[in-house]
């Protein structure tokens, strides 16, 4: 990994210092990724967080329990002031956090556009995103790499704009890729250099000292949340790209097949060549487990989940019903695959090398523009 950030002087220098000489600071963050970043920023020495921002509580699983953020935990067990507007561009919500005069804003993983009041603070509003940006840009960069199949991501430290996801750049640390990655363990490896990337970053930011670069204006791509349906696997599709979108979107939506109108949800699957008589759709054998054959190869299904059933391998899944043997699981609808053409739907899995929008790590919708 290594990590870059210009260090030419920037005057952002002003009010907000604490007393006691600290920056006083509101962290905004939700999901997962944000966990440890919330932790390393509470450690600073030179920052005093006076608030954590967070989506309020809302209802989880099938009974609907009330559960609150990963950060609105992360933040109770530090002992900080905790908010939680429903919607953080109501002059409520502005007027609660500007009443703790903050000089400095960090964001990860919020989910809400920011309003303008808390971008134009003394030391500006700081974002971490987990992406080489400008290469997806939006609400899940990190499916958006597992998906393309890029041999590298990082995580962008951001002075955040009127844009999404268009400020200039602070630093920026680069993590290579081996390709086996799924989205859950890649959030948490960035999460923690997000984390570091902050620590090393602030002083020098809050001295005035560095100057945040311009976006290049090419390789632009975008992401947007994910839906349900974005989770149906295409064997019209090579398994190549069914089996990085297998990893890429675990936990939501989730990748899965619909058997006589029973959903088996695909946890883990890897690749193997097809046979010569393959039928793209068709379930097939392979080496005592199970198989999906496609249009270019075979996708193993290594872990699966039958609906309101508990994960089991593939192998077990086939002794239990071996009259799935032959079947043939139908496409997407023409309107669906369309869609995901266009990039309504999430994706292109057709292209390997651009993907646009997919969905935030904790599975909050994205508050429009």
Do not use: K
């Amino acid at each position: 990994m290594t990590a870059d950030g210009p260090a030419s002087t920037g005057d952002h220098s002003g009010s907000g210092n604490s007393r006691h000489g600290r920056a006083r600071t509101v962290f905004l963050g939700s999901g997962r990724f944000a966990q440890p970043i919330l932790g390393r920023l509470a450690a600073h020495p030179t920052i005093d967080l006076a608030a954590v921002v967070t989506a309020p509580p809302r209802p989880v699983g099938r009974r609907q329990i009330e559960t609150p953020t990963p950060v609105d935990l992360t933040a109770r067990e530090l002992g900080l002031d905790v908010l939680t507007p429903a919607r953080l561009r109501d002059a409520a919500a502005i007027a609660d956090i500007l009443r703790l005069e903050p000089a400095l804003v960090v964001l990860a993983d919020y989910g809400q556009i920011v309003p303008d009041a808390l971008l134009d603070l003394a030391h500006g509003a700081l974002n971490l995103h987990p992406s080489l940006l400008p290469r997806h840009r939006g609400a899940t960069p990190i499916p958006a790499a597992i998906l393309a199949g890029d041999g590298e991501t990082g995580v962008s430290l951001m002075r955040m704009d009127a844009g999404l996801d268009t400020g200039p750049l602070v630093a920026v640390e680069r993590v290579s890729l081996a390709g086996d990655e799924t989205a859950p363990a890649l959030e948490a490896r960035l999460a923690i250099v997000g984390a570091g990337l902050l620590a090393r970053s602030l002083d020098s930011w809050l001295a005035g000292e560095i100057e945040p670069q311009p976006q290049s204006t090419v390789g632009v791509t975008m992401t947007r949340p994910l839906r349900r349906a974005d989770g149906l696997l295409d064997p019209g599709q090579p398994a190549l790209l069914l089996e990085r979108q297998v990893r890429a979107y675990l936990p939501w939506p989730g990748s899965f097949i619909e058997i006589d109108e029973d959903r088996l949800i695909v946890l883990a699957a890897s690749l193997a060549p097809s046979d010569a008589d393959d039928e793209p759709g068709r379930f097939v054998p392979d080496h005592l487990g199970l198989a999906l054959a496609t249009s270019a190869g075979r996708l193993v299904l290594d872990e699966v989940q039958p609906a309101g059933g508990r994960p089991m391998s593939g192998e077990a899944f086939l002794r239990g019903r071996p009259s799935v043997l032959g079947l043939t699981v139908p496409r997407p609808s023409a309107a669906i695959v369309e869609a995901r053409r266009a990039g309504a739907l999430g994706p292109p899995l057709e292209s390997s090398v651009d993907p646009p929008l997919e969905a935030p790590a904790d599975d909050r919708p994205v508050e429009p523009a």
